[in-house]
């Protein structure tokens, strides 16, 4: 069983930026983020897997940068350049992410309880 608790979303400008915390606890092969806007469906966002290989979804790549620190047990998602398509609420994920297609897999998998992300 895993556990996710995530934090640092909140509002920010066009164009700013925000770094989101997930703190970890229990072993997962891929962990990643997800994230989901009202009335769409779920969006892969980013993936890391246990060799350290990361994925990016194409609306996000060159702007996003997930990275992992496993003395604090805890993964991060660096938002930069944000832009108002990027709002949502983001979810950390272990094991529910396809690492190659980053098609969320949940409920397969465990999530957080998700941090809002509002760029206006």
């Known amino acids: 069983h895993v556990q996710l608790v995530e934090s640092g979303g909140g509002s920010v400008q066009d164009g700013g930026s925000l770094r989101l915390s997930c703190a970890v606890s229990?072993?997962?092969?891929?962990l990643g983020w997800f994230r989901q806007a009202p009335g769409k469906e779920r969006e892969g966002v980013a993936a890391?897997?246990?060799?350290?290989?990361?994925r990016y979804a194409d609306s996000v790549q060159g702007r996003f940068k997930i990275s992992q620190d496993n003395a604090k047990n805890s993964l991060y998602l660096q938002m930069n350049l944000l832009n108002p398509e990027d709002t949502a609420m983001y979810y950390c994920?272990?094991?529910?992410?396809?690492?190659?297609?980053?098609?969320?897999?949940?409920?397969?998998?465990?999530r957080g309880q998700g941090t809002q992300v509002t760029v206006s």
């Open positions: 229990g072993y997962s092969y891929c």
């Open positions: 890391l897997d246990y060799d350290g290989y990361s």
């Open positions: 994920a272990a094991d529910a992410l396809d690492l190659t297609s980053l098609n969320p897999l949940y409920p397969v998998g465990f």
